[in-house]
């Protein structure tokens, strides 16, 4: 199928990215692993380290899906309006998480990087499935899109955990010995 055939270089190099992506973050989950965690932590995880994880998952099983020899059009679209339509959920469990949440205050960029952008993305995905029927070239640039937002995000998501650690837990850490 030529209309998927083109974009097979990108879901290479995104869904390898994504992929060696999951392996960072597990790598440093692993490291900061042996500090003492408090209750709060542990909700802080659910609402702010797994969903970075989720997003590169999706973006790693999107590019699968769509690197697939399709026949056609018709599965790919079905399969990834499944994992928007499951996103779209998912951000509603990760909203509610950010809200009972008492490690941290989230501030705007949280609600930004954490809830806003990941929604539009599982949204744009879900949409360009319904879309796909009519406007096929269309819709592979909106799942493009969606999975280069979802890469994107969780990149900065994964780079904040990280400082928020290195440089606000670490120091709180200290100050407490």
């Known amino acids: 199928m030529t209309a998927l055939g083109g974009w097979q270089n990108f879901y290479v190099i995104v869904g390898s990215s994504a992929g060696a992506l999951i392996g960072l973050q597990f790598v440093v ?26 997003h590169f998952g999706a973006v790693l099983g999107l590019s699968g899906i769509l690197s697939v020899p399709w026949d056609g059009a018709g599965a790919a679209a079905v399969l990834w309006g499944l994992v928007g339509l499951s996103g779209v959920v998912y951000g509603v469990i990760v909203t509610r998480r950010l809200r009972v949440q008492r490690a941290y205050q989230p501030e705007f960029e949280d609600w930004l990087f954490h809830v806003l952008l990941p929604f539009a993305a599982y949204l744009m995905l879900a949409l360009s499935a319904y879309a796909a029927r009519s406007h096929l070239r269309e819709a592979l640039f909106a799942v493009g899109a969606a999975a280069l937002l979802l890469l994107f995000t969780g990149i900065h998501n994964a780079w904040d955990a990280v400082t928020y650690h290195v440089f606000v837990k670490r120091s709180e850490d200290e100050q407490q010995r």
């Open 29 to 54: 989950l692993s490291l900061i692993a042996n500090r003492p965690l408090a209750r709060t932590d542990a909700d802080a995880g659910g609402a702010f380290a797994t969903p970075t994880i989720v």
